[in-house]
């Protein structure tokens, strides 16, 4: 299983651990087919998700 984390650090989607929990904290990580739901820094990926970060930066993120 992969972690919100792991999958942005290693992406490159997000610059560093620290920056990850500055947005996480502040509640920047929503899932875009349901838009009320925000998502954790310890969401661990079940299925494919849409993923917002911030106001502008759309990821699609697919579970092989």
Known sequence: NTTLL???ID???V???GEF????ESG???????EAATIG???????NI???IGKKK???ITIA
């Open 58 to 60: 759309f990821v699609k």
């Open 15 to 17: 610059p560093s651990k």
């Open 41 to 47: 820094a310890d969401y661990v990926f079940t299925k």
């Open 50 to 52: 849409n993923l917002r």
């Open 6 to 8: 792991n999958c942005l």
């Open 21 to 24: 929990r500055r947005l996480a």
């Open 28 to 34: 920047a990580f929503h899932d875009v087919d349901d």
């Open 11 to 13: 992406n490159n989607l």
